[in-house]
């Protein structure tokens, strides 16, 4: 066989992402804040950029349908929003149900439970604080329990020595502990515990499974870490299927029950999209101005440097610069449209819950709502990541308007957020002394038309925060008595 030189010519596709791509892609998931940080980065880096004034035609665009009315939303001649479509790169697509990617130990994550999102972040200490008044016996022991309550990190957890808090106060240890004893009886259950130990043992009491068994298993908690369960099952004089149901039981409990609670003021959220009433009961949606720089090319520095420059490379260099200013403008403008797309149609989607609240908050998923504006998923994804809407009702992220449905006698199916406000309604309107079992909310609900499963009432119960039969018996007890 002999060898020898040979030229073949050969066709092949394939799919590349160019940097201006990928600047695309960054740029679609980041928040206005993000964004204004991104511009000035920019104008660092490209003489020939400078940041130019919002156009009054911008402020301007009176609604007039019904119809959600959007500033600058749709696409000149011979342009497109920015729907980017390449499924081979899109590793961290989204399924389109939010709740699922919320979930946390009791199910879904709420998000707020109110028509309005209070402006401060309840603290556990403030929690805390708000209960001890009613727990405490007399006035001394409600003052070291508030002494002790100041001590706790943000978990929850008493870092401190009883002997040493009871030197500091001048007071017998006896005292202490039974001011500890207090704070351990508070909400959430677990708080004030010294070990991990101590806070499993005391959700496990709240439950009502601390049995010998499971004692023995709190108290041996390195050998669960170790996998030791041969050990464990002898020590604990269990079988295969009541070490499974411990242990099962033991993962329900919250190590660090503090962390529910933020530390005092929450950071300010600056919303992305402003909603607002128009005329005729119409929807005005804009982008944030406050929030949203503009660039624009400094025309006449460009012609200034142009004339100076003289040799190939330095005219190279002021082309490179010219065309990525050019297009760093035309890729801002195309996600404020983009945004605004999306924007417009979740509020078309959810003009229920905008008008009436939170009981009309209807499913949703992206896929619909990419479907409706004829876009990726995946574009609508990251419009919708970081991104805060605000409205009469108050400011939220776009993700909550994305819930799963729940079944409901019309056949339409039911938000989960609504169904979960419609519990909280029930409870919170409920006789102190004929407090609801969640059998009881379970007929509540399909009387007003929600088919829903007890345990499915008990996960949505948890998940927003509200205590089973007992504890909301003894709750409501502890506050009548205050």
Known sequence: MALGPRLDLRQSQSLVMTPQLQQAIKLL????????????????????????????????????????????????????????????????????????????????????????????????????????????????????????VGLLDEAGYLTGDLREIAVSL????????????????????????????????????????????????????????????????????????????MLAELRSYDPKPGLQFGGGTSAAVVPDILLSTGKDGAWDIQLNEATLPRLVVNRSYYLELKDGCTGKEARGWLSEKLADANWLI?????????????????VKQQDGFFRRGVSELRPLTLAKVAEAIEMHESTVSRVTSNKFLHCDRGTFELKYFFTSGVGSADGEGASAEAVKARIKALTDAE?????????????????????????????????????????????????AMG
């Open 29 to 148: 998931a980041l928040s206005n804040l993000e964004i204004e940080s991104f511009v000035g980065d920019a104008l660092e880096s490209n003489p020939l950029l400078e940041a130019g004034e919002v156009r009054a035609e911008d402020r301007e665009a009176p609604p007039e349908s019904a119809e959600p009315q959007v500033h600058d939303s749709t696409p000149g001649d011979g342009e497109q929003a920015l729907d980017i479509d390449p499924s081979a790169i899109d590793t961290d697509r989204d399924t389109g149900d939010w709740s699922a990617q919320m979930s946390g130990p009791g199910g879904p994550a709420e998000g707020p439970d109110l028509e309005n999102r209070s402006d401060e972040e309840l603290s556990l200490a403030d929690h805390l604080d708000l209960q001890v008044g009613a727990a405490a016996p007399d006035a001394q022991t409600e003052f070291i329990a508030r002494h002790i």
């Open 431 to 479: 006789d102190p002394k004929k407090i609801l079992s969640d059998d009881k909310l379970v007929e509540l609900l399909k009387a007003e038309g929600f088919d829903l499963a007890r345990r499915t009432v008990a996960k949505y119960r948890e998940a927003i925060g509200i205590g089973s039969s007992v504890q909301r018996r003894r709750a409501k007890k502890l506050q």
């Open 330 to 346: 035309k890729a801002l403008d195309q996600r404020q449209k983009t945004i605004l797309k999306v924007a417009a149609e979740i």
């Open 170 to 245: 001048g007071v017998p240890l006896a005292q202490v502990e039974a001011a500890l004893k207090v704070v351990q009886s508070l909400d959430p259950t677990g708080v004030g515990a010294r070990s991990l130990s101590e806070c499993l043992a005391l959700q496990a009491q709240e439950a009502d499974r601390y049995d010998p068994c499971m004692r023995v298993l709190l108290d041996n908690l390195e050998l669960v870490a170790k996998g030791a369960f041969a050990h464990l099952k002898r020590i604990c004089d269990v079988d295969d299927e009541d070490l499974a149901d």
